[in-house]
């Protein structure tokens, strides 16, 4: 029988943790969460000769934390990613029954991303295969959450700490060195309650929303465009979800905006805040009997990093070794956990696979790529270990 090559051992992780569901459930109450997929990756880990660490980051939800020790002399390296998918509803292949076709692998969390937790696995093993030692410590984070709170890599931040970090999110093996971030802001504007036909009692908390609907629109169409950043665009502002009233005849007392501000680097929520603030001020002046209010919910900054740092330089230059193609760098679409662990001081960097469908009907990730990504990681983390 022929040997299995490395491609072979890594569609067979990769089939295997496809079809281990693990939905977030904070995102579909009918998910199972991360904790099978994790044992599972635990077990390949202390098969690798790894330490590893399992641990909850809520219950039934944990982090895989596998080093490769090094001998001490060398700078340490995070490789990492998220376990979690997002839900199934109106996907039209079967999420957990993993098919291949074409040198791509189709079901939930293919391409996002247990193909980047499997070029992880697979960096370990093409270094491994070669009979290398590390100086400094290799590190593998596998962590719950990204698609809902982040949970994972909050905790996994203050349990760990490297001199660089790989996130294997989805980059069509492009090098990302930014994303944008965001925040979630409610506002609620005040009315009162009285019936239909009381024009001098009534005051219509709906119409008054349509105040602050107009300011959003300007903001997106022309305030927001006027600052651009050279690889991510602009910020840009869209409703969420919008609530108020009681009916036909009834002037509304109350109306809630749920709304998104997505940011460039250096904006931070309190600034999105007082953008708002400043715009209701203006609204409550022009009418005294406005009144609204505004919550910050929820903010997370965005990243940003640059071709000369060096995680950023190595893994470009491993990209050029094992590939013979210059590397190219570009933004991520959506936020990821990648502003976290910068945040804690650890120079990041995000490199994938190719595919397509995160998030959507159809998901499949592209086999050669995880093979790739395995390959490149490993030249790199070589490279900057020593
Ligand atoms: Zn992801």
């Not at 740092?309 to 991520?332: C, H, K, S, W």
């Amino acid at each position: 029988m022929a040997k299995k090559t490395l491609l072979d051992t890594l569609t067979d992780y990769l089939k295997q943790m496809v079809s281990i569901e693990s939905v977030n459930p904070d995102i579909s109450s009918k998910g199972s969460g991360e904790a099978a997929v994790a044992q599972y990756i635990a077990q390949i880990c202390r098969d690798l000769g790894l330490s590893v660490e399992v641990y909850d980051t809520a219950p039934n939800r944990p982090n895989v934390i596998a080093i490769w020790h090094g001998t001490g002399e060398g700078k340490s390296i995070l490789l990492t990613g998220h376990t979690d998918v997002v839900g199934v509803e109106n996907m039209t292949i079967p999420p957990f029954e993993p098919t291949i076709k074409d040198g791509r692998l189709y079901g939930r969390g293919s391409f996002d991303m247990k193909g980047g937790l499997v070029a992880i696995l697979g960096a370990v093993m093409v270094l491994q295969s070669e009979g290398y030692q590390p100086k400094g410590d290799i590190i593998l984070g596998f962590v719950t959450d990204e698609e809902f709170a982040s949970l994972g890599t909050e905790s996994m931040v203050k349990h760990v700490q490297a001199d660089a970090a790989i996130l294997t999110e989805p980059s069509s093996l492009k090098i990302g060195i930014a994303h944008r971030g965001f925040a979630a802001l409610t506002i609620t504007t005040y009315g009162v309650a009285a019936h239909g036909s009381l024009y001098d009692e009534g005051r219509d908390a709906v119409r008054y929303m349509g105040r602050v609907l107009d300011i959003l629109d300007r903001m997106e169409s022309d305030v927001l465009p006027l600052n651009t950043h050279p690889l991510l665009g602009r910020s840009s502002v869209h409703g969420g979800l919008l609530n108020g009233g009681v009916g036909y005849s009834t002037y509304p007392d109350q109306c809630t905006l749920t709304f998104e501000h997505r940011t460039l680097p250096n904006e931070t929520g309190d600034m999105v805040l007082e953008i708002w603030e400043a715009a209701l001020d203006r609204l409550r002046e022009k009418d005294p009997e406005f009144k609204a209010d505004i919550k910050l919910d929820f903010w997370r900054s965005a990243f940003e990093t640059t071709p000369e740092e060096p995680i950023v330089r190595q893994l470009g230059e491993a990209f050029q070794t094992v590939t013979n193609q210059p590397p190219q760098y570009d933004a991520m679409f959506g936020w990821l956990d990648s502003a976290l662990i910068a945040e804690a001081s650890i120079p990041t960097v995000i490199f994938g696979t190719g595919g397509a469908g995160a998030h959507a009907t159809v998901e499949y990730v592209e086999l050669a790529d995880v093979e790739l990504c395995a390959k490149v990681m490993a030249q790199c983390v070589k490279e900057w270990v020593g």
